[in-house]
């Protein structure tokens, strides 16, 4: 018989201790840019937003993202965000703006500052990978079977 209250065999042990761990790598990294990482979480959902805005050139849905778009695709809410907004605002990398179709909606938008960051920051994923020592397909392998556990728990919880 096997004792299923061991710390070691805990996934949500093993997740804690991965996710501190990477946390670890990322500060260093992060502090040569004057950043958190929440705070380059909130910068990498803004500069994919905006990438595909400029690769739909005057499509619809290249507006800024809202501020509850925001949440949701980081997965915060309101109370988290909106400081780290604020900071990121008071650094000069965002701005954020009432719509002007709808005054109830708070837009966030990258500045020149902010976008340009994105290409010193270019190197980052690749920093970060390296210390893992996994390979490129066992880290894929990991993002995908993560986010399918995340994805499949939050369906869980809308039920």
């Not at 499509?59 to 809410?77: H, K, M, N, T, Y």
């Not at 994105?118 to 893992?132: C, I, K, N």
Request: proline fraction near 4%; charge should be neutral; include cysteine.
């Amino acid at each position: 018989m096997t004792d299923d209250l061991v710390l070691r065999r805990q996934v949500c042990f093993a997740l804690y201790a991965a996710s501190r761990a990477l946390t670890d790598v990322y500060r260093p990294i992060l502090d040569e840019h004057g950043l958190t990482y929440p705070q380059y979480l909130v910068l990498l959902a803004l500069w994919e937003r905006a990438e595909r805005a400029e690769g739909s050139a005057g499509a619809q849905g290249s507006e800024p993202p809202s501020v509850s778009e925001l949440g949701a695709a980081l997965r915060l809410d309101s109370g988290t965000l909106s400081p780290l907004l604020k900071r990121l605002e008071t650094a000069g990398l965002v701005v954020r703006s009432r719509s002007a179709r709808d005054e109830r909606r708070v837009e966030v938008g990258l500045t020149g500052a902010g976008r340009a960051l994105r290409e010193r920051m270019g190197d980052v994923p690749l920093r970060v990978a390296r210390a893992t020592g996994l390979t490129e397909t066992e880290l894929v392998d990991l993002r995908d079977t993560l986010t399918r556990v995340t994805d499949t728990i939050h369906r869980q919880k809308e039920q």
